[in-house]
């Protein structure tokens, strides 16, 4: 243990350097305008993996961007961990909100993270949570201290529905065989009192197109005597929640698991404080389904969000035009047991029901996943949470995250085995905003902990 | 008479070409960037002012947009026609949607338009429609037939609201001293009936912003929790309309003036083809306030629309983010006895009462103006709808239109006359939007009714 804390304390401002370099390529997988960038990524985990001491690492093609694999085993007969993360990172803008450049990595010291913050997109989300993993991987090989096989598996459409990944996972069953599975895409509840991600939310992400008439219209001429698509689909999505914030669309909540008394007041000890909470995003209150509070909202019930929207004139100055369409693009977060195919074929057929004569409408599905739950009596969840208190001094606290990370729920279903999500971001980190950060003690803290999390792992299993 | 059909057929060519190169300069106010092509025009307009025989042109520095000032006295006890048009045009886009570059003019036949139509923003509105006017004063100088003054006033700032034209207008009552004003910027029924329009909308026009959290969230981790701005905006705008799509504005119908079941009856005599309405437009039905039919919501009705609307991740695939804000460009036409800033306090009132917790709105006025009527027994009335009978063969109908000339009214206030809307487009035409074009036919029509609208009014006068 004081070899592994005195080791991350003599290497830690390569690790730094090194997760810095990585931050700089923005390998932005949702606008392919990126995708040669994605490509350098993809080379430069592998070199980092060969680097730490893997004796096996591919780039390996798909039908989209690729994945890299790589592995290092020790004696078949051991245990195997199968780590997953992502080297693709969310579009930066609105980049003008950024204080400092998105790719351009700086260290700045925040309120909560005194000791400095890596300023860059991906730093929390995923490459420095990623990258933790491997240089966990590179202590173990220099101290001689990996207890079992180990095998990396990152890949490069995470914010995009890791559609590849599951057709790469369901033609390499035998290549991916594990005993346990390590990701870290999540976060904790703060820096004093860690926590483990037992469920995630599912997702479905679709397009919508509201068309009215054939082409853009003066709106004294016409105005008042036709469909205006923008003010349809604001209609339209309005009518998508009720006055209690319930989501109107027929069968959207049959297959909800609803939470026991018991359930709820056990997330109820969360520590959570909502003037903070109101004061860290200037909110004078919130808003939400009714029924629910603020961290049953964010966790165990499913939402629907516009993410995007657009249509007719929105540059400077003013432009009195109809325009002939308006365009949203919507999420809905959901729960175990909702199927995300399912909702999203309900979401279809009710949007297209609701329009009104005098439009056309279209829904284009754009990717989704399944909801999660985790056990909190295996032994990877064991592992994980004496790996924590070892290097934390509190156990973890069991978390539902509002979340989607849809290959978890792929992986169970395809490689049989169980995830265990040890996040060390932060809410605050900003992950998908501008300015999203990860802090050095959070990235170094992970290092730290990674490595007793095999140890203990393999004793248990014993 | 003869000599006027002959004179604009042997110089229709030359007529023609002029007025492309005036719209190849692409004069768009609504976006500062385009500013020094604004003055370009400014300075064209002058110089054709100049060569078609004015004897005083300027071009007057306002605090907006400079506007173009031309007079020929022939006899000051002779009466005086003022010519108002504008040289700015509306932004082109979607520029996607143009089947020929908006500023590059190119001749094409169309269905109605059989010998031909020039394709260019700004071609009908208004450059094309003004142009006419200083080729019949060409037409008048040289046959020796203008019968009594004439002052021309062309601004830069209608498409934005002619806020400069109004400070202009206060401060000029003299040099603008008139007995009848001359608008070419409206339509006609078609080209084989001609109308003049009697009543025009009034309009308010603001910029809507919804600020929810602080910055962009990650809509997992906060979706369901917080104030969706889209989703809230979504909800405001479609609560600004009723099942009956009647405004739900408290006050906003109060002055609304209720026309007569005789009114109406004689609305409804101008000829309209439902069928044909839709079938131009593609749309499977039309929309509107329910109590009214189509001729009578663009008109006679006061409208809500939105003219564009935007907020979150808008580029390619997929971003879940919850958006910081949210914007919306919205726009109301008014009729005869609504107050444009009355009805703009109230939207902003209303817009801000019915905003719910969670997020903070701002109301930002663009523009307006109020709406007109003009009496169809007034000399000005009568001499034009002579001059269209003699050039087309059949009278003019009056017609009330759904567009907006703000500075109508401001005429009349300011300067105690009435306007002559004498119109030659067709709603066909496609003013502001993609591939807007204007007639040769039309074109032409106008420079040879224009001249017979001064003759008349002029004999009617004495």
């Not at 860290?280 to 993410?307: A, F, M, Q």
Request: aromatic share 10%; with cysteine; hydrophobic share 35%.
């Amino acid at each position: 243990m004081e070899t592994l804390k005195s080791y991350v304390q003599e290497h830690k401002n390569r690790f730094i350097n090194e997760l810095i370099e990585l931050l700089k390529i923005p390998s932005v997988s949702a606008d392919t305008a990126y995708h040669q960038h994605i490509i350098t990524t993809a080379n430069a985990v592998k070199a980092s993996l060969e680097k730490a001491g893997c004796d096996f690492v591919e780039i390996c093609e798909t039908p989209g961007n690729p994945i890299v694999y790589g592995e290092k085993t020790i004696d078949p007969t051991l245990p195997t961990v199968l780590v997953y993360g992502h080297y693709d990172v969310q579009p930066a803008d609105p980049i003008e909100l950024w204080t400092s450049p998105p790719f351009e990595p700086v260290i700045k010291k925040t309120e909560i993270h005194p000791e400095g913050a890596i300023f860059a997109r991906g730093s929390c989300d995923d490459k420095g949570q990623m990258y933790m993993h491997v240089k966990a991987l590179e202590y173990m090989i220099q101290s001689n201290t990996l207890p079992c096989n180990v095998k990396f598996m990152i890949e490069g459409e995470e914010e995009i529905g890791s559609n590849s990944l599951a057709w790469f996972v369901e033609r390499n069953q035998e290549k991916l065989k594990n005993d346990v599975i390590l990701i870290s895409d999540t976060g904790m509840i703060s820096n004093q009192q860690p926590s483990i991600t037992t469920g995630l939310r599912g997702l479905s992400y679709v397009e919508v197109e509201v068309t009215g008439p054939n082409r853009d219209l003066h709106s004294g001429l016409y105005g008042g005597a036709v469909a205006n698509p923008i003010n349809v689909l604001s209609k339209m999505i309005a009518s998508l929640h009720d006055e209690n914030n319930h989501v109107t669309i027929p069968g959207f909540y049959d297959k909800v698991e609803e939470l026991s008394v018991e359930e709820r007041a056990e997330m109820a000890k969360a520590p959570f404080n909502l003037e903070n909470y109101k004061k860290s995003l200037d909110l004078n209150d919130i808003y939400g389904e009714k029924g629910y509070v603020t961290n049953e909202r964010n966790s165990i019930r499913p939402t629907l969000d516009v993410n995007g929207i657009w249509g007719g004139y929105t540059g400077e100055g003013a432009k009195t035009v109809i325009a002939s369409q308006a365009f949203a693009k919507i999420s809905m977060r959901l729960v175990p047991n909702q199927d995300w195919e399912e909702i999203t074929e309900l979401f279809t057929q009710h949007f297209i029901n609701i329009a009104p004569a005098g439009v056309k409408v279209k829904v284009k599905p754009h990717h989704g996943g399944q909801g999660y739950v985790t056990p909190t009596d295996s032994i990877g969840y064991k592992a994980a949470n004496k790996a924590y208190t070892e290097t934390f001094g509190v156990p973890a606290i069991p978390v539902r995250s509002g979340g989607s990370i849809p290959i978890v729920a792929l992986f169970e279903k395809e490689l049989k085995s169980k995830t265990i999500l040890m996040g060390f971001g932060l809410d605050s980190d900003a992950i998908h905003s501008p300015n999203e950060h990860f802090g050095i003690f959070n990235y170094l803290k992970g290092i730290e902990t990674i490595p007793l999390f095999y140890k203990y792992f393999v004793e248990m299993s014993k």
